[in-house]
């Protein structure tokens, strides 16, 4: 019995559980695939929520937030409130990294302003709105910050502080997300309903990166 209990101990399994191989460098082609499919999944998020008339957290949310006042495309006022940024990008995480969040912003403002001309979302369930979009938004900010790429502010301010600090990002971006929420229930007087509903949409953002970005699980770069 002490033989066989040894033998699990050091399976085939757990060599490949316990592998600490160096990490994969991502090739180019795979940067540019990921910043294209991590932005589609964004836009579509976005797009969700604002078929909802709901905000949800982060930039995007800001931008929402703004597009519902003034008669610009929340893709290009995305963009313009990330420009402060992108300094940081370069500064907390390398210029390529910089580089590549250039890239994917300007990527999401050009989905944005095409996205309307391709199809329109009408009759909308708000819950699903909120479930749905925020994790496809999640989804999408953690397929590009696994390529070192951050879109929207906030995002690159909580992975600099994940990086630097050891905060988990998913609830640096949590936080973040409440004080803009709360903006959005004083500027719009939102009912309570929607309100809720878009705290719902910004934790489903959140909780796909607190679940599945922790500091040590992924080590591709």
């Not at 912003?105 to 709105?129: C, K, M, Q, Y």
């Not at 910004?202 to 992924?218: C, D, N, Q, S, T």
């Amino acid at each position: 019995m002490l033989h066989h209990a040894r033998w699990s101990e050091t399976s085939p399994l757990t060599d490949l559980l316990q592998d600490e191989s160096p990490p994969l460098r991502h090739s180019a082609f795979e940067d540019v695939y990921a910043i294209l499919t991590g932005c589609l999944f964004f836009v579509l998020g976005m797009v969700w929520l604002k078929a909802a008339g709901l905000v949800t957290g982060g930039i995007a949310g800001l931008a929402l937030l703004i597009s519902y006042l003034v008669p610009l495309p929340a893709g290009i006022l995305f963009t313009l409130l990330n420009l402060p940024f992108f300094l940081l990008a370069g500064h907390a995480m390398g210029r390529a990294a910089m580089i590549k969040s250039i890239a994917a912003n300007f990527t999401i403002s050009g989905l944005a302003l095409i996205t309307p001309l391709a199809f329109r979302l009408e009759d909308v369930n708000g819950l699903l709105a909120a479930l749905f979009g925020g994790t496809v938004i999640g989804a999408g900010i953690l397929l590009l910050a696994r390529h070192q790429v951050g879109v929207g502010g906030i995002g690159i301010l909580a992975l600099a502080l994940q990086k630097r600090r050891g905060w988990n990002a998913g609830r640096t971006q949590l936080v973040a997300d409440e004080l803009i929420l709360l903006a959005a229930l004083l500027v719009l007087k939102m009912s309570a309903g929607p309100f809720a509903i878009s705290v719902l949409s910004a934790a489903a953002v959140a909780g796909v990166l607190i679940v599945f970005h922790k500091p040590g699980r992924y080590t591709g770069y």
